[in-house]
């Protein structure tokens, strides 16, 4: 039996994916943009995106894999219903972005990718070279995705199904082995004039449709930024404290996303969803690996976590924080120092002057001490 487009799919079925394509390994029709994008610094921090060796893989997979041919690509979906928009939009609860309320979506798809790329050696009766990728490698994705019929670029950036919405995991297998039924691209967007979510996002991370600047991106500075927040952005947050959804929820295709049947992707708990600020605040290494353990919030690390608390308490200005908050000024991290010197002026005002003036007086780091001179100034 030949290994045809028809049998892949169905084996991607059979593993759990939702969605799968298939396209050649050739280079992505938005390579243009994505230099643009990495010349204007919108990466911000996230240096590694514009290394020259990444660089070379993303226009060209031979770069990755020599001799590549195919890319077989799949989706998987996480879209749950378990929290209501009461309790995720709580001001005393720090909301996660919904991808991360389960088991690390890495490790989930990259075992079954790693099935599906021992099923295609076997099936095919050859011996080909493959690779695998969970939203790691040097490969613009999303657009290859697009190349192989899975969805369109919607102008929130992301990949968005038709039917489907946009809540699924990304994976692919880099192959040497060649097809003859590559999939059609999918129209390039169906967004016609609809710009709901560049109205809703709340730090105007995009300058223009299709595109995102990540330097104001909420998803970005709670996950990806390592150091201080920009005060100028934090009001702005709300209550995110990993992640934000803003731009999906407000799409009208998301409408169609369907509740995922992958346990993994279910939390145990409406404290991997909203946790109340509380307990983030006054969470040690251990409780923060106890709560997060194997889930993507591990990545941020309890300092950077504690800090996204801050702000989202700062956003919160309920007296209920001040104690955990002024436990926060003699904290070992100088992110968290800074960032709750922040929350107990917005929550306190010129009642916290004091405790400011304190904190200055006995600090030693420099973007502390700057950071309670803005606020006492």
């Not at 921090?45 to 690509?73: F, H, N, V």
């Not at 600020?277 to 353990?293: H, V």
């Not at 000024?329 to 304190?358: C, P």
Request: net charge neutral.
């Amino acid at each position: 039996m030949s290994l045809t487009a028809t049998r892949i799919k169905a084996k991607a079925r059979d593993l759990g994916f939702n969605l799968c394509g298939i396209a050649p390994a050739a280079p992505s029709p938005t390579l243009a943009a994505y230099f643009r994008w990495i010349r204007s610094g919108m990466q911000g921090e996230m240096t590694y995106m514009a290394r020259p060796d990444r660089l070379r893989r993303r226009q060209d997979l031979r770069q990755i894999l020599p001799g590549a041919k195919s890319l077989i690509l799949v989706g998987m979906d996480y879209f749950s219903t378990f929290a209501d928009d009461a309790t995720l939009n709580d001001p005393a609860r720090g909301r996660i972005a919904a991808y991360a309320w389960g088991l690390d979506y890495h490790r989930v798809l990259e075992l079954r990718l790693e099935q599906f790329s021992e099923w295609l050696a076997g099936a095919s009766g050859l011996k080909p070279a493959q690779k695998i990728y969970v939203d790691t490698g040097a490969v613009l994705e999303r657009s290859h995705a697009q190349q192989a019929g899975m969805g369109f670029i919607g102008k929130n950036t992301m990949l968005i199904h038709p039917r489907r919405g946009s809540s699924f995991f990304i994976g692919e297998i880099i192959s040497t082995l060649e097809f003859d039924d590559f999939d059609e691209p999918h129209r390039e967007t169906m967004c016609g004039t609809c710009s709901r979510c560049l109205s809703a996002c709340p730090t105007d991370a995009f300058p223009a449709p299709f595109v995102l600047d990540s330097r104001r991106c909420i998803s970005y500075h709670t996950i990806e930024n390592k150091g201080w927040i920009d005060r100028e952005l934090r009001a702005d947050f709300g209550n995110w404290i990993f992640g934000c959804d803003i731009c999906q929820d407000v799409c009208p295709f998301q409408r169609f996303a369907e509740e995922t049947d992958e346990v993994a992707f279910l939390p145990l708990d409406l404290e991997r969803v909203a946790p109340k600020l509380t307990e983030i605040l006054m969470s040690n290494e251990a409780s923060f690996r106890a709560l997060f353990r194997r889930t993507p919030v591990m990545r941020v690390g309890r300092a950077r976590m504690v800090r996204n608390a801050c702000i989202a308490a700062g956003n919160w200005r309920h007296e209920q924080a001040i104690p955990y908050l002024i436990q926060l000024l003699y904290d070992k991290s100088a992110l968290v120092r800074g960032h709750a010197a922040w929350a107990l002026w917005r929550t306190m005002e010129l009642d916290s002057s004091k405790l400011l003036s304190d904190l200055h007086r006995r600090e030693e780091n420099a973007g502390v001490r700057a950071e309670v001179e803005a606020l006492l100034a």
